[in-house]
């Protein structure tokens, strides 16, 4: 039974810095594409970043974070991390993890190639 699970939430001000990290159970996240999305109060949940499985690494941001967001793998560990820099008051959502096998290029961004979801964790950055 593969089970994820996000960590690193909380309460930052505007132009903080943030580290969310997944973990998982079940899953080694070296064969899988791991991604995070968020959901803000009110709207529909929506893609960050994605990291590719294996030693391709190809990473894809939505638009809103890249220069300010970065994903990364510990293969030692079994975690992909989110770092969030420079973070704005737009930020404030949810953020889940999720984990998918065989995920295609031009699928990372879609939240129905991934299989697998952790619980989420709450960002709320304040001004």
């Known amino acids: 039974q593969v089970q994820l699970q996000a960590s690193g939430g909380g309460l930052v001000q505007a132009g903080d810095s943030l580290k969310l990290s997944c973990g998982a159970s079940?899953?080694?996240?070296?064969?899988?594409?791991v991604a995070w999305f968020r959901q803000a109060p009110g709207k529909e949940r929506e893609f960050v970043a994605a990291?590719?499985?294996?030693?391709?690494?190809?990473?894809l941001y939505t638009d809103s974070v890249k220069g300010r967001f970065a994903i990364s793998r510990d293969n030692a560990k079994n975690t992909v991390n989110l770092e969030m820099n420079s973070l704005k008051l737009e930020d404030t959502a949810v953020y889940y993890c999720?984990?998918?096998?065989?995920?295609?290029?031009?699928?990372?961004?879609?939240?129905?190639?991934?299989?697998?979801w952790g619980q989420g964790t709450l960002v709320t950055v304040s001004s």
């Open positions: 990291i590719k499985s294996y030693n391709n690494n190809n990473r």
């Open positions: 999720a984990a998918g096998r065989s995920v295609i290029d031009s699928s990372m961004n879609n939240n129905q190639a991934y299989a697998y």
């Open positions: 079940g899953l080694t996240f070296r064969t899988a594409t």
